[in-house]
């Protein structure tokens, strides 16, 4: 992702294949900029349609994130060879002993594909929630 454009295909992508918030482009910038900053992307007439970002952590260890594959390229087998690509790549380029990831509880498709990638439970993160205009604590 070199050029805006490229960027902007990118962050595209990443709408159209996530349930989430997408990034901005000043958060792909911030994130481009960062130690050992890497994407392993699959493309389809020049358009990515999946993709899988890293960065360090430490000497050991990077992060696989914002993993996404285009709706229309779902159960297809892209989103498992662009994170198996992605792991070989940090363990043969990078030298890493271990990938981590985050992923939201309700997201079961992709908990079973990490699953049966090799990735195991090793923290839980809990995100609360309050809805302001409903509650009374806050008149």
Known sequence: METDEERE???????NGFDEESWSIARLNWFMGGSEWDTITAFCHGKP??????WGISSERSTTEQI?????WRRQ???KGTIIETLKFLRDKKQKSEATLGV???????????????YELIDIHMLMVILLQLTRNCQ
């Open 9 to 15: 295909l990118y962050l595209q992508a990443e709408k």
């Open 49 to 54: 349609v999946s993709s899988c970002m890293t």
């Open 68 to 72: 996404f594959t285009h709706p229309d």
């Open 77 to 79: 087998g892209i989103a």
């Open 104 to 118: 939201i509880g309700s997201s079961h498709g992709a908990i079973r594909l990490y699953k049966s990638l090799g």
